[in-house]
């Protein structure tokens, strides 16, 4: 019998928690400044340095030991405990943990905030452009 303790994939628990929260690629990679395809290769790696692991938690909302911890089978287990242990005779009770409302208005400042970067990127690209021009 192997005893062997299978190591967690960190890219891989990047990219599940990144789809849960339907958080694209793209996103991500706009949130730490880097691009799609650096985002790709950090979900293909087996490790990530804490740093970047320390960012990429921040990006998507946890704590950096979510996703060096994550597990599926867990997940499944906590859904299974929340169905199977009912005492109101109901088949699922969903109590959400926040108000929705104020995640939306969050996640609706977050993205104007990083709206508002790339709409100043933009401008400084348009007035350094002009000042080449002028010269």
């Not at 967690?8 to 949130?31: F, T, V, Y």
């Amino acid at each position: 019998m192997n005893t062997t303790t299978k190591s967690k994939h960190i890219g891989r628990n990047i990219s599940r928690i990144r789809e849960l929260r339907e958080m694209k690629q793209e996103a991500l990679a706009i949130a730490l400044g880097v691009s799609q395809q650096t985002v790709s290769n950090m979900e293909n790696s087996e490790t990530i340095e804490d740093e970047k692991l320390i960012e990429v938690a921040k990006a998507l909302g946890v704590n950096e030991a979510v996703l060096k911890n994550f597990s599926e089978e867990a997940v499944f287990n906590i859904i299974g405990n929340t169905v199977n242990n009912h005492d109101n005779g109901a088949l699922f009770n969903y109590q959400p943990s926040f108000n929705s409302i104020e995640k939306l208005i969050e996640v609706f400042e977050e993205n104007k905030k990083l709206y508002e970067r790339l709409v100043q990127a933009e401008k400084d690209k348009v007035e350094y452009l002009e000042k080449l021009l002028k010269k």
